[in-house]
């Protein structure tokens, strides 16, 4: 037993011995790990700026409002309200993208989208308050939103216009490289690939759809009726011009949604038209969507 104990004692000592330089061993990991922690603090930091993508902010339209006539005051007080649901779902769709898109992607995709749909939305209202008094003008001045900084793309430059928005141009969503999100190949649709710059816009026909257009109300749907030729010259300018860049949804996201928006303003601007002195004509919106044919 005598000599038993000093062997057990020894292996014991060992065991403590080796345990101690595991502890030992772990604190001076955990040591380097929390030396490096100011690093890797950083990174994460920088982590959660790349992944932040900011807000979207735009400017108040009922402020600048007149005096709304009572009989315009439900349509307007509606389309004010549809002001704020954009912004929101602008907001949404700036979160739900992080990671997404190419150099332009916020500018394309987000912010562009958002002004065509403010534009239609506010030239309601002005159209609204103008049947029974003075239709303001200056309105679509205000239609431009900006992306305030909150990550690496606006950190360059917080509060850039949507015209200008460098934040947006420096980089991607989340400041990700635009290799990263360079097509991939051009046998998908528009939702599949990146612009490969194949292909034509194709859009339906609205005149054929329209009823008798009012003497009154001609030179108004003429004008936008070639208004609607001109932005599908312009998207497929863009196709063109755009090879190349984008990630899977950039012709949808950043040339046919922004084209539908306009058509959509531009088609309820000739219902509008014909409206006045006839029977508006419903159903046109669902001509306003154009498709990438190949």
Known sequence: MSRALPKYNKRRVAFIGGAAAVVLSGAV?????????PGRSDGATNARTLASAGTITC????????????????EVTRNLALLQTQIQEANNR????????????????ILGPLKDKR??????????????????????SLAACTLNAGGV?????????AGTA????????????????????GAGGAAASGNTG?????????????????????????????LL???????????????????????????????????????????????RKGTRPTGLDSLAACTLTK
């Open 94 to 109: 700036l979160q739900t993208t992080v990671g997404q898109g190419g150099p332009n992607f916020v500018n394309n995709a």
């Open 229 to 275: 030729q001109t932005q599908i010259q312009e998207a497929n300018n863009r196709l063109q011009t755009t090879v190349g860049q984008g990630g899977p949804n950039f012709v949808n996201n950043a040339i046919l949604g922004p084209l539908k928006d306009k058509r959509v303003s531009t088609i309820d601007r000739i219902a509008i038209a014909i409206g």
């Open 119 to 140: 534009v239609s939305t506010i030239d309601r209202i002005a159209i609204a308050i103008g049947r029974k008094g003075t239709k303001p003008t200056g309105l679509d």
């Open 198 to 226: 194949a292909g034509t816009i194709t859009c339906p026909d609205v005149a054929s759809r329209l009823p008798a257009v009012p003497a009154s109300a001609q030179a108004e749907v003429t004008r936008n009726l070639a």
């Open 29 to 37: 990991i955990a040591g380097s790990a929390l030396a490096g922690t």
């Open 153 to 161: 793309n606006s950190g360059a430059g917080a509060g850039a216009g």
């Open 166 to 185: 460098p934040s947006a141009s420096a980089s991607g969503q989340t400041g990700g490289s635009a290799a990263g999100n360079a097509t991939s190949g």
């Open 59 to 74: 400017p108040d339209v009922a402020s600048r409002l007149p005096a709304v006539p009572a009989s315009a005051q439900a």
